[in-house]
């Protein structure tokens, strides 16, 4: 009896093994060396990227080791990279002459992109108000996103402070202080420049901006007329006046012409300005101790010059 089985080709082995390996090795993310001139800045990146003494460390340091720590991009519909995370050792690598840096380039959707380029960042020390404010503001509405694509048919995914939650997981920062922050989002680009100055106050800076943009305006009118910058109870007095309606130049400028509790009796004196006097060794309290010591020493040595 015939078979009515057709020819059929066997795979070998061989090639069973190459063709799984194959396909391993696509699926695998691989390093490679991108020239610096391909790769672009994540859109509306908040992180300043400055070239500063830390970024000429950085700099020095990839001209000698090159760069340790692969970035991450993700392909541009316009050709070329979109960098994820990675800016500064962008940047360093065009101060240190290099022409390439290693990459791991992903399919990455813009939310995804998103949470991985604010996470990357805020590890870093000296993050500024205003790049963590913009940072949260990102990432929050990239996981918003992500929770309203998962399940349209349940329940929403998590509340808005359970969402802050997550956002502020990554930097150790509560919901809370997630949402405060992105409050600053929410001030006139001067104020918000005089929080990363440290002019205004975080907590202050918080409940100004509350006020109409307009009335921000008038304000920076009233600090230079007055030379002087609210206080928290000051802030919170503008805020309520704003929700009222009668948050005038003429008010912000009675307000801002108040005496600070305290103020004519502060002294402050920087580590700046005193470190100067004291060996390298030395520790703040044992500077303080020190200071505290002379001038029992010159309140002795004048009492004893009256009382001759």
Same mark, same amino acid.
């Given at each position: 009896?015939?078979?009515?089985? /057709?020819?059929?080709?066997?795979?070998? $082995?061989?090639?069973?093994?190459?063709? @799984?390996?194959?396909?391993?090795?696509?699926?695998?993310?691989?390093?490679?060396?991108?020239?610096?001139?391909?790769?672009?800045?994540?859109?509306?990146?908040?992180?300043?990227?400055?070239? +500063?003494?830390?970024?000429?460390?950085?700099?020095?340091?990839?001209?000698?080791?090159?760069?340790?720590?692969?970035?991450?991009?993700?392909?541009?519909?316009?050709?070329?990279?979109?960098?994820?995370?990675?800016?500064?050792?962008?940047?360093?690598? @065009?101060?240190?002459?290099?022409?390439?840096?290693?990459?791991?380039?992903?399919?990455? +959707?813009?939310?995804?992109?998103? &949470? &991985?380029?604010?996470?990357?960042?805020? %590890?870093?020390?000296?993050? !500024?108000?205003?790049?963590?404010?913009?940072?949260?503001?990102?990432?929050?509405?990239?996981?918003?996103?992500?929770?309203?694509?998962? +399940?349209?048919?349940?329940?929403?995914?998590?509340?808005?402070?359970?969402?802050?939650?997550?956002?502020? /997981?990554?930097?150790?920062?509560?919901?809370?202080?997630?949402?405060?922050?992105?409050?600053?989002?929410?001030?006139?680009?001067?104020?918000?420049?005089? $929080?990363?100055?440290? /002019?205004?106050?975080?907590?202050?800076?918080?409940?100004?901006?509350?006020? #109409?943009?307009?009335?921000?305006? +008038? !304000?920076?009118?009233?600090?230079?007329?007055?030379?002087?910058?609210?206080?928290?109870? %000051?802030?919170?007095?503008?805020?309520?006046?704003?929700?009222?309606? #009668?948050?005038?130049?003429?008010?912000?400028?009675?307000?801002?012409?108040? @005496?600070? #509790?305290? @103020?004519?009796?502060?002294?402050?004196?920087?580590?700046?300005?005193?470190?100067?006097?004291?060996?390298?060794?030395?520790?703040?309290? /044992?500077?303080?101790?020190?200071?505290?010591?002379?001038?029992?020493?010159? %309140?002795? #040595?004048?009492?004893?010059?009256?009382?001759?």
């Amino acid at each position: 009896m015939k078979s009515s089985a /057709k020819n059929i080709n066997l795979t070998s $082995v061989d090639d069973l093994f190459s063709t @799984e390996e194959s396909r391993a090795d696509a699926n695998r993310e691989k390093v490679m060396e991108i020239p610096l001139t391909e790769l672009f800045p994540f859109k509306d990146h908040p992180f300043k990227v400055k070239d +500063d003494e830390a970024m000429a460390d950085t700099a020095e340091s990839i001209k000698e080791y090159g760069v340790l720590v692969p970035a991450i991009a993700r392909p541009r519909d316009d050709g070329g990279y979109e960098l994820v995370a990675g800016h500064r050792r962008h940047r360093a690598s @065009e101060l240190a002459g290099l022409s390439t840096m290693p990459v791991i380039v992903r399919n990455l +959707d813009d939310d995804a992109a998103t &949470i &991985i380029m604010v996470d990357s960042n805020l %590890q870093r020390e000296n993050i !500024l108000p205003s790049e963590r404010a913009f940072a949260f503001k990102m990432k929050l509405n990239a996981i918003k996103r992500q929770g309203a694509r998962s +399940d349209l048919t349940s329940r929403q995914v998590v509340g808005k402070l359970e969402t802050a939650d997550i956002v502020g /997981k990554e930097s150790g920062d509560s919901g809370r202080q997630v949402q405060r922050y992105i409050r600053l989002t929410e001030l006139i680009p001067e104020l918000l420049t005089m $929080v990363d100055e440290k /002019k205004i106050a975080f907590n202050p800076a918080v409940e100004l901006s509350y006020l #109409k943009k307009e009335e921000q305006t +008038d !304000l920076l009118e009233a600090m230079d007329m007055e030379q002087a910058t609210p206080s928290l109870s %000051q802030a919170q007095r503008l805020k309520k006046f704003s929700a009222e309606g #009668k948050c005038t130049l003429e008010v912000m400028c009675a307000i801002m012409s108040e @005496e600070k #509790k305290g @103020e004519l009796d502060k002294i402050t004196l920087t580590g700046d300005k005193l470190r100067k006097y004291f060996p390298k060794s030395y520790t703040p309290q /044992k500077m303080e101790e020190t200071i505290l010591k002379l001038l029992e020493g010159w %309140q002795k #040595k004048r009492q004893q010059q009256q009382e001759r």
